[in-house]
């Protein structure tokens, strides 16, 4: 595909009123409606109802991330108020490991009104089970836009026990309003429970305890994997073609058990969320470096162009089996990368069959990779949704789309 940068941004664009953005779910998840795509025909229903819609023998790839508190809020003596946003891990650069630290940690992190804070350290005094906690911030260089924050503090206390008592959980920018009481609740998943994301994979929002048990009567399987949603996702492209904009880095972790079973059973695998699929497709291009030796153990990556500047010449049970192989041979129980992989028009999916989704926004390389997946065929999914009162973005109705 040798014009893939040459992609106008403008040709992905649509009228979405204001009034068509769900700035609240509704009460009940499982009853959003569900449009769904096959074979060229639209179909409506309710998203209770997704399991009549998928062959008996789907795997639905679930990412099981949990957003986290990454709001956090300071005072400075002066009585500026400076918004840390925290983005990843620095050090130590492991999610997990980070959220045990108990006295330190550094993560990259986005400040809000900066210029107020030029020097000196920040601290947010608080109590946890009746225990006074001091958290101090300083930041310690700046990298573009964001700056590294040293966060320390006193207590014993894990850091998720520290952002999770004083952080405030991030919604989205584009419902325009402040975070409520319940967007805890309705702003996560029912499976969530990998801490690491600072936006919701939106497309499980719409799962229940009573649709994923009545998949499972129909023998759909479930398989969970983690990709932790960076901030980079609302991310706006601003260049007018493709080629100016770079693509966020985002932690994927896959376990050997899900390899194994898309080696055993390559067919029907639906991604729930643009983050699945993101993560499923970039498992095809990590095979490949373990062909070709591009492959970095130490810091296994897939890079913004990667499918559209190498050919794919292995199949995609060879590629999933090198992965399997590197797993076993470094005594490993999951597979753990960074990507930042951008799918455009054009692109060939190597693995997914299909997909859940929410409606994008304009201009976004979530439509982007909705484009690559339907062709033109999103411009009429998106005319219908809009004169049947479809609800749009993170709290708005869901859709099914299938090859």
């Known amino acids: 595909m040798s014009s893939y940068k040459d992609i106008k941004i403008t040709d992905f664009s649509y009228n979405l009123p204001e009034e068509r953005i769900a700035k609240y779910p509704l009460s009940e998840r499982d009853k959003s409606k569900l449009l769904t795509w096959k074979n060229g025909e639209i179909k409506e229903d309710i998203f209770e109802n997704c399991g009549r819609y998928l062959p008996e023998n789907a795997q639905l790839v679930f990412n099981n991330t949990r957003v986290i508190h990454a709001r956090l809020f300071f005072r400075k003596e002066t009585g500026a108020k400076i918004e840390i946003f ?13 959220f045990r630290q108990a006295e330190k940690a550094t993560w990259k992190c986005m400040v ?9 350290i920040l601290k947010n005094q608080f109590k946890i089970d009746g225990k006074t906690v001091t958290l101090c911030a300083e930041k310690k260089a700046q990298e573009e836009n964001s700056f590294l924050i040293e966060f320390s503090w006193n207590g014993n206390f894990h850091f998720s026990e520290i952002i999770e008592q004083i952080g405030q959980l991030p919604i989205p920018p584009y419902l325009n309003r402040e975070t409520e009481e319940s967007d805890e609740k309705t702003y996560q998943t029912v499976y969530a429970k990998t801490d690491g994301s600072v936006a919701a994979p939106t497309a499980g929002l719409h799962f229940t305890e009573k ?6 009567e129909k023998n759909i399987a479930n398989k969970e994997i983690t990709l932790h949603v960076g901030a980079g996702t609302f991310q706006p492209v601003k260049s007018a073609t493709i080629e100016g904009h770079s693509m966020h880095h985002e932690q994927v972790i896959v376990k050997k058990s899900i390899i194994e079973s898309f080696i055993q059973n390559p067919e029907n695998i639906i991604a729930v969320g643009t983050t699945s699929v993101r993560s499923m497709e970039s498992l095809y291009w990590l095979g490949l470096q373990l062909e070709d030796d591009t492959f970095n153990p130490g810091f296994p990556e897939v890079l913004q162009w990667e499918p559209y500047e190498k050919e794919a010449v292995i199949t995609t049970e060879k590629a999933l089996q090198n992965i399997l192989n590197y797993i076993e041979s470094s005594r490993l129980e999951a597979i753990q990368f960074s990507t930042q992989i951008i799918i455009l028009p054009g692109y060939d999916f190597k693995i997914i069959s299909g997909m859940f989704t929410n409606f994008h926004q304009p201009q976004s390389t979530l439509l982007l990779l909705i484009s690559a997946f339907l062709g033109e065929k999103w411009k009429e999914i998106y005319d219908y949704a809009l004169e049947n009162n479809f609800r749009f973005l993170s709290y708005g109705d869901s859709n099914l789309y299938m090859k």
């Open 211 to 216: 649709v994923l048990s009545q998949l499972s």
């Open 112 to 120: 809000g009104n900066s210029k107020k804070w030029k020097t000196g």
């Open 86 to 98: 925290c983005l990843e891990p620095i050090e130590p650069a492991d999610y997990q490991i980070s």
